[in-house]
């Protein structure tokens, strides 16, 4: 039995299956024979607020088509409780008897139900707080992978995938900025996008490594003289040998979000840097860059059946666990084998506030492509892809030479 009623929350960045965990806990939370089970709008906000929705009163059919839609249905925050802010959760929490608090989200999330877990221990109110992962950056510590990371990385493998036709089709230079602040999982996953040994993208750039902007110019003549051509991954988090972000260097004006981190999404800045930068050192003409924002977050239409799947279950076993395991935690994931997954309760600080970042063994010593090994630990999260075929027709002899 789940203790009191349950409530669910969903924070962060949106995911194209984060609804799946949110109907997987709902649906589990009722076989379990949960008293209540309330939803807050907007994450913690909405629980201070008060602004809950009873889900119990959802129907399966409803549930379902939810499930399959992408983006937060109970709507985000990117509010970082501290202590007091905890206090005034708290307040609420036991004015509508909720014993039971899943938040769906990443490191801030699970740092958030750390913070509540220590409180509520402290205040002696039974409260268990159990952590139901997801992420797009695929940089939560322990799991193997992130639910909403494969069917991202498989938005951004099949937007190269269409780049690399256009750039072949109309050569030039083509610089593609994608998320990741830290990690460089996303950006990665665009080397998914290659099927002849001179598809783009050809050069990537990944948070793991220094960048160099002298470099990454030369870099690009080198690939363009090679292939006529050039297309370019690049993560949002690029950085110098001194941490400084390159959109830092390049840029005198740069916005800061609520936690005082340089803004680094929502701009198409360091595109429109990267690629004034080739046009200033190079002779190439053709030049073009875009930022994929918050386009690979909730893409309806492209996402992935194994992390469909692997979403609702973090939910199942996050309300499960909830009801038998008697402490608070994360659910992690685990592979196993060529390719399966265990599902394990770890414990919150195992995961709050920590970043994973992509293993040496995954990046090329480069530092301008990843290694096979990446690619055997994304396909099959990413599963099939539609993929591109060229003509084979022969060429002719000319005839006026």
């Known amino acids: 039995m789940l203790q009191g009623k349950a409530l669910i929350a969903q924070g962060g960045g949106p995911t194209a299956v984060i609804n799946q965990s949110l109907v997987g806990a709902v649906q589990e939370a009722r076989r379990q ?3 209540g089970i309330y939803g807050a ?18 129907t399966d059919a409803n549930l379902e088509l939810v499930a399959q839609t992408p983006c937060s249905a109970l709507g985000s925050t990117r509010d970082k409780p501290d202590v007091a802010y905890c206090q005034e959760i708290f307040k609420v929490l036991q004015a509508h008897g909720i014993g039971t608090f899943f938040y769906i989200g990443g490191n801030d999330s699970s740092d958030t139900l750390r913070i509540l877990s220590e409180e509520a221990q402290a205040a002696d109110y039974a409260l268990r707080c159990v952590h139901i992962p997801k992420t797009i950056d695929n940089d939560l510590m322990v799991n193997d992978h992130t639910p909403g990371y494969p069917s991202a990385a498989k938005f951004v493998a099949s937007a190269f995938a269409g780049v690399n036709l256009d750039n072949r089709a109309l050569p030039g230079v083509y610089v593609g900025v994608v998320m990741g602040r830290h990690a460089g999982f ?4 665009a080397a998914l996008a290659r099927r002849y040994s001179d598809d783009g993208p050809h050069l990537i750039y990944l948070p793991e490594r220094n960048f ?13 003289d090679k292939y006529g051509r050039c297309v370019i991954a690049v993560s949002e988090g690029i950085h110098d040998s ?11 004006e740069l916005e800061k979000d609520a936690h005082g981190n340089v803004q680094l999404s929502g701009t198409g800045a360091l595109a429109d840097l990267l690629t004034d930068s080739i046009k200033a050192n190079t002779d190439i003409k053709r030049v073009r860059g875009d930022t994929f924002g918050y386009l690979q977050r909730s893409f309806l239409g492209c996402v992935s059946k194994v992390d469909q799947r692997e979403a609702r279950e973090v939910g199942i076993r996050a309300v499960q666990y909830a009801a038998s395991a008697r402490r608070d935690g994360t659910v992690t994931i685990h592979r196993v084998g060529d390719y399966a997954v265990d599902y394990q309760l770890s414990a919150l600080s195992d995961v709050a506030a920590k970043t994973k970042v992509m293993d040496a063994s995954l990046i090329a010593k480069s530092a301008t492509d990843v290694t096979p090994a990446f690619l055997d630990y994304i396909r099959p999260l990413v599963g099939p892809m539609d993929s591109a075929t060229r003509l084979r027709a022969p060429t002719l002899d000319k005839i006026l030479g």
Do not use: R, Y
């Not at 972000?245 to 005198?252: D, F």
């Open 33 to 35: 024979g949960a008293e």
């Open 41 to 58: 709008m907007h994450g913690v906000s909405g629980i201070i607020n008060e602004d809950f929705v009873d889900l119990s009163q959802e």
């Open 186 to 189: 996303l950006t990665a996953a």
């Open 212 to 224: 160099d902007v002298s470099a990454f110019t030369n870099d690009v003549m080198a690939a363009h």
């Open 242 to 252: 001194d941490g400084t972000p390159i959109l830092a260097k390049l840029s005198a």
